[in-house]
T-cell receptor, first 116, second 110 residues
């Protein structure tokens, strides 16, 4: 199993550009999520999905879009990049034990994004 | 609503001495609690998890944590620090979704 994969590893964007961060998992996990990590703030949830066709907002969703057309893939779109979106982005996936939230998440290696 | 507070942003210990990383949480339900570790420029790795079974949880690399409901705490300990333990550690609470603490950076001095 490859686990959770993310591409690209690094990206530099200019303000106003759009791009898509890719995330894929091969563990047949129902639950997938995107986080951003900023110094001193831990990881903050951007969007998540509990299955194909179902997505919902997390703590910091503004400026980001997601879709979940397959179980395996969960891309994150930046609509119009801003310097405030400079961060490290992590994708994660997990089972949903008993339909609840007691799940262990498996993380991808991260994408380091810089917006100038 | 759930939240998690890591009480120390930075902990420094000498190699061979005990490690204590403190975490307090609040939750409306019976939460699951996790500790993750992140080594420099790496992704996150699960150290251990509590999901309402035994209150003392053993994890990888000699770490353990004790769930204390009366104190709403889930502190991470290790009897003897190793240089390879130097990393960022995150306490995570999960009841209606996952919420991360701000992290504790552990430095291990030779």
């Amino acid at each position: 199993n490859a686990g959770v994969t993310q591409t690209p590893k690094f990206q530099v964007l200019k303000t106003g550009q759009s791009m898509t961060l890719q995330c894929a998992q091969d563990m047949n996990h129902e639950y997938m999520s995107w986080y951003r990590q900023d110094p001193g703030m831990g990881l903050r949830l951007i969007h998540y999905s509990v299955g194909a066709g179902i997505t919902d907002q997390g703590e910091v969703p503004n400026g980001y879009n997601v879709s979940r057309s397959t179980t395996e893939d969960f891309p994150l779109r930046l609509l119009s990049a801003a310097p405030s979106q400079t961060s490290v982005y992590f994708c994660a996936s997990s089972y949903s034990i008993g339909g609840g939230s007691s799940y262990e998440q498996y993380f991808g290696p991260g994408t380091r994004l810089t917006v100038t | 609503a759930q939240s998690v507070t890591q009480l120390d942003s930075h902990v420094s210990v000498s190699e061979g001495t005990p490690v204590l990383l403190r975490c307090n949480y609040s939750s409306s339900y019976s939460p699951s609690l996790f500790w993750y570790v992140q080594h420099p420029n790496k992704g996150l790795q699960l150290l251990l998890k509590y999901t309402s079974a035994a209150t003392l949880v053993k994890g990888i690399n000699g770490f353990e944590a004790e769930f204390k409901k009366s104190e709403t705490s889930f502190h991470l300990t290790k009897p003897s620090a190793h240089m390879s333990d130097a990393a960022e550690y995150f306490c995570v609470v999960s009841d209606s979704g996952m919420r991360f603490g701000a992290g504790t950076r552990l430095t291990v001095k030779p």
